[in-house]
T-cell receptor, first 114, second 110 residues
Framework: DTAVSQTPKYLVTQMGNDKSIKCEQN?????MYWYKQDSKKFLKIMFS???????INETVPNRFSPKSPDKAHLNLHINSLELGDSAVYFC?????????????FGQGTRLTVV | KNEVEQSPQNLTAQEGEFITINCSYS?????LHWLQQHPGGGIVSLFM???GKKKHGRLIATINIQEKHSSLHITASHPRDSAVYIC????????????FGKGTLLTVNP
């Protein structure tokens, strides 16, 4: 069974469109994250939710809106997509909002905006 | 400023060689993670350390809290070890977010 699953794995779309990426974890974890990996393979936190509550919101454009319907799901909705949004987006989860807990990552969603 | 530095950026080795990848960070941390990412693939957590040393198969991770430094070692390297290895830390007061190093691209040739 996949611990953290993201869909879709690949997403190609035109500029200006609105798209969503879904993430689900079956580990019973309280905390979920979205990370962005740019073309240089550098990973950076975007958002973190703990028990459906937004904990971390880095300097991400308002066009990005995370939604957590329950603690097992954290979806990422992106409005008015731009070329610069092309990247790989990783979802992750951990047991609790504590420093010493291991993070589990999804397989990533490669978003290409044309 | 909370920073994570990895070295080397690129590493090429022959099969069977002993590999060391280094990670340094700027201030005290609560945990350090070593992650592996194969080309075009997802991210796998290899180790999470807060002190000492951990071993899993041919992989060994060590951390020196006083020196703010961690190393990832691979013994008897194999071409399937070729991947990007990423160090990530949680800094105090950062709302427990992970800050990542830029990764080390390891290529093991047969």
């Amino acid at each position: 069974d996949t611990a953290v699953s993201q869909t879709p794995k690949y997403l190609v779309t035109q500029m200006g469109n609105d798209k969503s990426i879904k993430c689900e974890q079956n580990l019973g974890h309280d905390t979920m994250y979205w990370y962005k990996q740019d073309s240089k393979k550098f990973l950076k936190i975007m958002f973190s939710y703990n028990n459906k509550e937004l904990i971390i919101n880095e300097t991400v454009p308002n066009r990005f809106s995370p939604k957590s319907p329950d603690k097992a799901h954290l979806n990422l909705h992106i409005n008015s997509l731009e070329l610069g949004d092309s990247a790989v987006y990783f979802c992750a989860s951990s047991q609790a909002l504590r420093g010493g807990t291991e993070a589990f990552f999804g397989q990533g969603t490669r978003l290409t905006v044309v | 400023k909370n920073e994570v530095e990895q070295s080397p950026q690129n590493l090429t080795a022959q099969e069977g060689e002993f590999i060391t990848i280094n990670c340094s960070y700027s201030v005290g941390i609560s945990a350090l993670h070593w992650l592996q990412q194969h080309p075009g693939g997802g991210i796998v957590s290899l180790f999470m350390l807060s002190s000492g040393k951990k071993k899993h198969g041919r992989l060994i991770a060590t951390i020196n809290i006083q020196e703010k430094h961690s190393s990832l070692h691979i013994t008897a390297s194999h071409p399937r070890d070729s991947a990007v290895y990423i160090c990530a830390v949680r800094f105090p007061g950062s709302n427990y977010k992970l800050t990542f190093g830029k990764g080390t691209l390891l290529t093991v040739n047969p």
